[in-house]
């Protein structure tokens, strides 16, 4: 079956531009939650959702925010881009979000300058 | 406090050797502790996972074991393979209403020769 499809792979954006990702679960699948990944920082949560509800959110900003759409599918967008929010941002989807059974995608690669 | 920057331990070995890779948690309330693989360029892959309530689980070359006593993780993977070679993360799910949210642990690189 597909996997965990994230969209785009990489991206090049200028401070103070906004960014939307976009993350396609894997059919059936619920839950998706967003990561951020940095050399600095690891892996950090940024939030979840579920049957198109935030359930779950870290310690991150406003400018971070996210929707999940009746498919499941679900976007998330950064606001004012700073130059810290240059990471790997990765999703994961999984049937109910919670347990141990957590797909992730390959991630976009976002660059601010 | 923030860290400044992540410096990941690093675990170097012999092709066939076994390898060990450890990990200290933090949260006594954690039920699911899982481990992944990430490879460059890709995401974490799922490797295996034990609940709270084990101390003990075996896949396919690989062993978890877990200490709930010292928060103690570790990843056994026997007969080392260069494809083996990665960043290898534990994560924790605290279960209840800690819904998707995993939380790493810093990883740990993993080089296997030839």
């Known amino acids: 079956k597909a996997g965990v499809t994230q969209t785009p792979r990489y991206l090049i954006k200028t401070r103070g531009q906004q960014v939307t990702l976009s993350c396609s679960p894997i059919s059936g699948h619920r839950s998706v939650s967003w990561y951020q990944q940095t050399p600095g920082q690891g892996l950090q949560f940024l939030f979840e959702y579920f049957s198109e509800t935030q359930r779950n959110k870290g310690n991150f900003p406003g400018r971070f925010s996210g929707r999940q759409f009746s498919n499941s599918r679900s976007e998330m967008n950064v606001s004012t881009l700073e130059l810290g929010d240059s990471a790997l941002y990765l999703c994961?989807?999984?049937?109910?979000?919670?347990?141990?059974?957590?797909?992730f995608g390959s991630g976009t690669r976002l660059t601010v300058v | 406090g923030e860290s400044v920057g992540l410096h990941l331990p690093t675990l170097s070995v012999q092709e066939g050797d076994n390898s060990i890779i450890n990990c200290a948690y933090s949260n006594s309330a954690s039920d699911y502790f899982i481990w992944y693989k990430q490879e460059s360029g890709k995401g974490p892959q799922f490797i295996i996972d034990i609940r709270s309530n084990m101390d003990k689980r075996q896949g396919q070359r690989v062993t978890v074991l877990l200490n709930k006593t010292v928060k103690h993780l570790s990843l056994q993977i026997a007969a080392t393979q260069p494809g083996d070679s990665a960043v290898y993360f534990c994560a924790e799910n605290a279960g209840g209403t800690s819904y998707g949210k995993l939380t790493f642990g810093q990883g740990t690189i993993l080089t296997v020769h030839p």
């Open positions: 994961a989807s999984s049937l109910i979000g919670q347990g141990s059974g957590y797909t």
